[in-house]
């Protein structure tokens, strides 16, 4: 069974640092990987998609990277901004599934 | 701009009601799905649909119906028999099953029994 985890669930940095969230997977098999934003009260916004057979994407200060056979990805967020804070979230579109299973997102702060 | 429509943006429902939430895409998606999120958990899937007149049950389908007569419509009804029916509900579409083209999502509805 696919499992999605996002740790650490909360992270508090300082404006302008550069900041990796994590997201990890139990099941290789998956078609891609999206990570999204979600602002308190708001939908989902997508920031970044992976296929499977790619290894990183780049969204301006956003870099997204995957590696299938660890069951890893990263959210690599650079010279952070206050207006970075928000849950990210990562999902995986499972190809034994035949669904996207969500992470429960981490909650990120960035102090001005 | 193309996009997803929820609406209402907050619903108050009292015991014993039904109420329906509203979610409608002009991106010519196939597939349209309907998500819970409570406060700390991860979404979870409620219905699902791939075309139209033709819908699957989530993981958490219990108390809850759904209509796909239209291609960009895709209703959700939160019944009675859904005994913890405050959370809240976010509408997703995709190209096909989303494979290699990702979700896109809705604004969000938030429902409080009253």
């Known amino acids: 069974k696919q499992e999605v985890t996002q740790i650490p669930a909360a992270l508090s940095v300082p404006e302008g640092e550069n900041l990796v969230l994590n997201c990890s997977f139990t099941?290789?098999?998956?078609?891609?990987l999206q990570w999204f934003r979600q602002d308190p009260g708001k939908g989902l916004t997508s920031l970044l998609l992976?296929?499977?057979?790619?290894r990183e994407q780049t969204s301006g200060r956003l870099n997204a990277s995957l590696d299938k056979s660890s069951g890893r990805s990263t959210l690599y967020i650079a010279a952070s901004q206050p207006g970075d804070s928000a849950t990210y979230l990562c999902?995986?579109?499972?190809?034994?599934?035949?669904?996207?299973?969500f992470g429960s997102g981490t909650r990120l702060s960035i102090r001005p | 701009d193309g996009g997803i429509t929820q609406s209402p943006k907050y619903l108050f429902r009292k015991e014993g009601q039904n109420v329906t939430l509203s979610c409608e895409q002009n991106?010519?998606?196939?597939?349209m799905y309907w998500y819970r999120q409570d406060p700390g958990q991860g979404l979870r899937l409620i219905y699902y649909?791939?075309?139209?007149?033709?819908?699957q049950k989530g993981d958490i389908a219990e108390g809850y119906s759904v209509s796909r007569e239209k291609k960009e419509s895709f209703p959700l009804t939160v019944t009675s028999a859904q005994k913890n029916p405050t959370a809240f509900y976010l509408c997703a579409s995709s190209i096909v099953g989303g494979v290699g083209y990702g979700y896109t999502f809705g604004s969000g509805t938030r429902l409080t029994v009253v």
């Open positions: 649909s791939q075309i139209v007149n033709d819908f």
């Open positions: 991106l010519n998606h196939d597939a």
């Open positions: 999902a995986v579109y499972s190809s034994s599934a035949s669904k996207i299973i």
């Open positions: 992976i296929q499977s057979s790619q």
């Open positions: 099941d290789s098999a998956i078609y891609n």
